[in-house]
């Protein structure tokens, strides 16, 4: 398996491609959305986003519950989808950002917790299940500068 935050800057179609040859029988669905690029690879668990259509600008893996697969990347930094928030928080340290646990304005849904991390070079965002039940949405990208 390859670790996910290698993933970022690499070539979108090679990648894919590997994926394909690896994983004959799995479906790669690609969608452009407002000049983006989204590959998502639901059987294996993870999708990836691409400003150009070039390269991998984004990566997020998806938890239990999300209606993905089991994960075919490694998580970055010993991080494990089951992690409580508190866990992710001794492996990275204190977000640089959190929110979430509030009503969203528009839809009046409740929004999951987040803390977004930035670590060697990269942001990881961090999407939790109530109850703090483990991570239900990791997003990693290239920090800005």
Request: net charge negative.
């Amino acid at each position: 398996m390859i670790a996910a935050e290698l993933l970022i800057g690499s070539g979108l179609c090679g990648f894919l491609d590997r994926i394909l040859a690896e994983h004959e029988n799995t479906d790669v669905v690609v969608t452009r959305i407002a000049g983006r690029t989204y590959a998502t690879v639901g059987e294996l668990g993870f999708s990836l986003v691409s400003e150009d259509g070039v390269s991998i600008d984004v990566v997020q893996l998806h938890g239990d519950g999300s209606g993905y697969g089991a994960i075919a990347l490694t998580l970055p930094w010993g991080l494990c989808m089951h992690d409580s928030r508190e866990v992710a928080q001794s492996k990275l340290g204190l977000p640089t950002q959190s929110g979430g646990e509030a009503h969203h304005p528009v839809t009046g849904h409740e929004m999951r917790a987040w803390g977004a991390y930035t670590v060697r070079g990269y942001r990881c965002h961090l999407e939790y299940h109530p109850n703090d039940a483990g991570i239900a949405l990791l997003s990693i990208e290239a920090a800005s500068s």
